[in-house]
RNA sequence: GCUCGCUUGGUGUAGCCCGGCCAAUCAUAUCGGCCUUUCGAGCCGAUGACAGGGGUUCAAAUCCCCUAGCGAGCACCA
């Protein structure tokens, strides 16, 4: 009983996530994902994925996944992104419990902004951007605010037939003109856009919705009960709320969330900048390793999981933060270390002639787990070794899983010390590998390649084994080609 | 300019709503030690923070005010 008190106690202070509010006025958590598919994602998306899906496992919930892509033109939807969206998402260990295209909803949208009108909510507008908004600054209508519904009516009909060119005719939400937050005068909820939509099932329309409104119909009509989303949406729930007023809906709870920034790299986090970096070949790709991309990140190895765990990490605040990969890193090596088989790889190997000693060494598969066995490497004449592992001449070091040499005149002779030599005197200790049978391999880091040479049992893993060559770091095998392994770096 | 929000160590976070148990939690990072045929893991230890100023109170990280800094919105982008 004092067990159960105490597992309880402890579950509670494991608790991932801060609780949502209000959780208790609801019958389920509801909550969506609202990606825009606009290119695949960075980082900082992995953010949106990780806390919902983590509240969703949480209160045990609903979570869609809504693709807000209602934009054709200045965020125009790339068709490949939804799919990479959804896969990313599945890396990161989530599954949508429906998953839906706001441009497939563009009639809903339609009526209830036909409702809207009736209600007298909103009305057409002609005004040109620049002076609506000096009306609008000024707390001053325009003169289409007092247009009928009638009128509006025709006109938004006019609007969704494509009677319009881009700019010339906008649905505004009647608000408070003289709202104190000028941010939430009026807003526009339909403008038409003349570029048609990629999707198919989409080029028709030319009248789209803006997001505060689509975004603001679809969380009631999916019955969302919790909005997470960034700061740069923190007035979006008190424009929608004129909506939900006309229309007698309840505004579902709300969090907001800072931006987030990622050291350890000198691209920035958005999705434009990465596309352009590589349509002029700056980058090989979305999952290049120098790329602060999702897709980057799973090509290196690093478990989906190990993001999650330091995102949540991160908290829900509202102020900006900075996410240290060190800790993704951190996450990630806690996940995978005891799986990770160890191999030596040398980079920019230098050849030693080796002076007796054994024909082979057996170092092990993974020196906590003795039943993993051990890797018998064939020595030969010589080994390479990193340059800076070559001992000052006549000092010796350690082979490991081999033996003790001493450099002599540019040569490794084999001196049979036992391994106190190594604890007592100092000899370091440092990996090789054979100087004739090896691979060639080149790793991949977020600093370019390095080529180097890895141990012969290399061929025994395939694509997406994650192994950890021994004082460098994991690394995941990315392929097999007939002139060299390549493989991309994780982490130390 | 108008409006909204944020500010705990290198980084992130707990605590703040309901002031005292906070000479401030945990993680990561860095440094050192032990162990070790890895610069990994593990174990031990150290480092390091309440933005500044006023006020309320017996008592303030917590409540109030001011200042500073940062951010966001005021788009026919999301």
């Not at 007298?120 to 209508?141: E, I, M, V, W």
């Not at 009677?163 to 505004?172: F, P, Q």
């Not at 004129?242 to 709870?253: A, S, T």
Request: aromatic share 8%; charged share 30%.
């Amino acid at each position: 009983m004092r067990l159960e008190e105490l597992d309880a106690e402890d579950e509670e202070d494991d608790q991932p996530l801060p609780d949502l509010p209000n959780v208790d006025a609801y019958e389920d958590v509801r909550m969506r994902l609202a990606p825009n598919p606009n290119g695949p994602w960075h980082l900082g998306s992995a953010r949106m994925p990780a806390v919902i899906g983590t509240y969703k496992q949480m209160y045990d919930g609903w979570m869609l996944c809504r693709f807000d892509d209602t934009d054709p033109e200045t965020k125009r939807p790339d068709p490949n992104a939804y799919g990479e969206i959804l896969s990313s998402i599945g890396y990161l260990g989530f599954d949508p419990d429906e998953v839906v295209k706001a441009s497939d909803r563009v009639e809903t949208y339609y009526e209830h902004a036909r409702t809207l009108i009736d209600e007298g909510g909103a009305y057409t507008c002609s005004c040109d951007a620049a002076s609506f908004s000096a009306l609008k600054n000024d707390g001053r209508p325009c003169p289409h605010r007092e247009k009928d519904a009638e009128t509006t009516r025709s006109e938004f009909k006019a609007m969704i037939d494509g009677e319009y060119a881009a700019g010339e005719m906008v649905l505004r939400v009647r608000t408070d003109i003289e709202h104190k937050n000028p941010a939430l005068r009026d807003w526009v909820a339909f403008r038409m856009v003349d570029t048609p939509h990629p999707r198919s099932e989409a080029e028709e329309y030319r009248c789209w919705p803006m997001l505060d409104f689509q975004s603001g119909i679809d969380d009631h009509e999916f019955e969302i009960t919790h909005i997470v989303r960034g700061i740069d949406l923190q007035d979006s729930a008190k424009r929608q709320g004129f909506v939900y007023d006309y229309f007698g809906w309840e505004y579902p709870e709300v969090l907001h969330w800072g931006h987030v920034q990622i050291d350890a790299y000198d691209v920035e986090l958005s999705t434009s900048t990465i596309k352009e970096l590589i349509a002029n070949g700056e980058l090989d790709g979305w999952d290049d390793p120098r790329a602060p991309t999702v897709a980057s990140l799973q090509r290196r190895g690093i478990r989906g999981e190990a993001i999650v765990n330091a995102m949540v990490g991160l908290g829900t605040s509202t102020s900006n933060v900075d996410l240290a990969m060190s800790s993704v890193y951190a996450e990630n090596r806690e996940l995978i270390d005891d799986e990770a088989d160890r191999l030596f790889f040398v980079r920019d190997g230098v050849e030693k002639t080796l002076d007796g000693g054994p024909d082979s060494a057996a170092p092990p598969v993974h020196p906590d787990h003795e039943a993993r066995g051990v890797r018998e490497i064939p020595v030969g004449d010589g080994v390479l070794v990193e340059p800076d592992d070559v001992p000052p001449e006549g000092q010796r070091v350690w082979l490991k899983g081999y033996g003790p040499v001493r450099y002599t005149d540019g040569v490794f002779e084999f001196t049979g010390d036992g391994i106190d030599v190594v604890r007592e005197e100092d000899v370091d200790v440092v990996h090789w590998v054979p100087a004739e049978e090896n691979v060639p391999l080149r790793l991949r880091t977020m600093d370019g390649d390095e080529s180097g040479h890895v141990e012969p049992g290399i061929g025994g893993y395939g694509s997406d084994d994650v192994v950890q060559f021994e004082r460098i770091g994991f690394a995941r095998i990315d392929r097999h080609e007939d002139e060299e392994t390549v493989a991309y770096f994780a982490h130390p």
